[in-house]
């Protein structure tokens, strides 16, 4: 059975930290890319960021909004993804949102529709 739990989200100040992680179960996690979404109140379900499979080396991409300010990376002894969120701003409050993306291929998406194992979310809040 796939399991997909998301962790560590929470009300944080503005220019705060949060380290979410997700923990996964019941698939070769090595063989999937990873992503980071969110989604706010009345708003559609965006990217954020995504890893690949340790395939052809790791690559990590970002949204603009987030670079440099937010990191991912996996551990994949662990079958653990995370995603390292400093400087907080407002506008990140969202629910964020691990997924699991089968991939045979380099790289990774940033479409929902590739990806095939979701988790229910964790809720990131910043406000003063």
């Known amino acids: 059975q796939v399991q997909v739990v998301e962790s560590g989200g929470g009300l944080v100040q503005p220019g705060g930290s949060l380290k979410l992680a997700c923990t996964t179960s019941g698939f070769t996690f090595g063989a999937y890319a990873m992503g980071w979404f969110r989604q706010a109140p009345g708003k559609e379900r965006e990217w954020v960021s995504c890893i690949s499979t340790l395939l052809y080396g790791i690559t990590t991409y970002y949204q603009d909004s987030v670079k440099g300010r937010f990191t991912i990376s996996r551990d994949n002894a662990k079958y653990t993804l995370y995603l390292q969120m400093d400087s907080l701003k407002p506008e990140d409050t969202a629910m964020y949102y691990c997924?699991?993306?089968?991939?045979?291929?380099?790289?990774?998406?940033?479409?929902?529709?590739?990806?095939?194992?979701w988790g229910q979310g964790t809720q990131v809040t910043v406000s003063s």
């Open positions: 997924a699991a993306e089968r991939r045979l291929t380099s790289g990774c998406s940033s479409g929902p529709p590739r990806y095939n194992y």
